[in-house]
C-alpha cells in the first residue's frame, strides 16, 4: 500500500491525502471484491455457532467493522434495532445501498474509541465485532476493550472472531489469541460462555477462525 503512516494518530494518509482508520488498510482500496466476497456468505452461516445465544424479542445491535451490511441486515430482519458501525467510506456507501433497511442507522466511526458510537447514549443487547479484531494491536486491544464494555447491557452479549493464517496483501492484521482475548474480556468483566475454531467459510488455504462470546455480569 503507497502512502505514510502518522504514528501518533495510527492513521494513514495516501499520495491523495486519503484518510484511512488503522485497521482498515487494504478495504477500500478493493472494495468492489469485499463486497462479492462477504455477500456470498449468509448470516445464519456465519453465525451458527452463537445463533442460540442471539436475544428473540426486539433488541438493540451494534455492530462494529460491519462491512457490507450482512449481518446489519440478517439482525434487522429479525426484528433488531441495528447501529451499523462502519469507518471504510467505500464498504459503508456500497452496505447502505445494499441493505437499505430502516432498522439499520450507520455511523461512521472506529475502534478502539468509538467516539461517536459513545455520543449515542446508548446500551446494547448485543455487540458483534465480527472478523475486526485482529486488525488492532495490543495497545489498541486493550483500549478498544475499555471503551467496548460500558456499551453492553449487563446480562449483553458480545460476540467476536479472530481470523489466523496468511495475511493479505495491503492489510494491517495481527495473529490475536483466544487465550489472550478471553484473558482480556475476564479483566473487564466478561465470561466466556462460548469458544470454538474452525476453517474459514471463504476457503482461503491455512485460514481458520477463533469464535468468541462473553457475557457482561447482570
Ligand atoms: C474482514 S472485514 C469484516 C466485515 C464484516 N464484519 C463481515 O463479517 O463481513 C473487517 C472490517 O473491519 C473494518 N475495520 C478495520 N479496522 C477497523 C477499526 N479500527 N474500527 C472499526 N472497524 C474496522 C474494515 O473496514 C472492515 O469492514
Not at 488503522?22 to 451458527?48: I, N
Not at 440478517?74 to 451499523?84: D, I, K, P, Q, R
Not at 466478561?190 to 477463533?210: A, C, M, N, R
Amino acid at each position: 500500500m503507497s502512502g505514510s503512516r502518522d504514528p501518533r494518530s495510527g492513521k494513514t494518509y495516501s499520495a491523495r491525502m486519503t484518510t484511512r482508520v488503522s485497521g482498515t488498510e487494504g478495504y477500500g482500496e478493493t472494495a468492489g471484491e469485499r463486497v462479492k466476497q462477504y455477500e456470498s456468505l449468509a448470516f445464519a452461516d456465519v453465525h451458527r455457532h452463537v445463533m442460540h445465544l442471539f436475544p428473540t424479542t426486539p433488541s438493540r445491535v451494534v455492530d462494529i467493522g460491519a462491512g457490507t451490511g450482512r449481518d446489519a441486515a440478517g439482525f434487522a430482519e429479525l426484528g433488531h434495532t441495528v447501529t451499523a458501525v462502519e469507518p471504510t467510506p467505500e464498504l459503508r456507501t456500497e452496505a447502505q445501498r445494499l441493505h437499505p433497511h430502516p432498522a439499520i442507522t450507520w455511523v461512521d466511526d472506529s475502534l478502539p474509541d468509538l467516539d461517536r458510537v459513545h455520543a449515542l447514549g446508548e446500551c446494547y443487547d448485543v455487540v458483534m465485532l465480527t472478523a475486526v479484531w485482529m486488525h488492532l494491536d495490543l495497545g489498541q486491544r486493550e483500549r478498544a476493550m475499555a471503551r467496548l464494555v460500558p456499551l453492553v447491557r449487563p446480562g449483553g452479549l458480545m460476540a467476536l472472531s479472530l481470523r489466523h493464517g496468511p495475511v493479505p496483501a495491503g492489510r494491517r492484521m495481527f495473529d490475536v489469541s483466544a487465550e489472550e482475548t478471553c484473558a482480556l474480556a475476564g479483566r473487564h468483566g466478561l465470561t466466556v460462555i462460548h469458544e470454538s475454531k474452525g476453517p474459514s467459510q471463504l476457503g482461503g488455504p491455512g485460514v481458520w477462525w477463533d469464535r468468541l462470546a462473553f457475557r457482561a455480569q447482570r
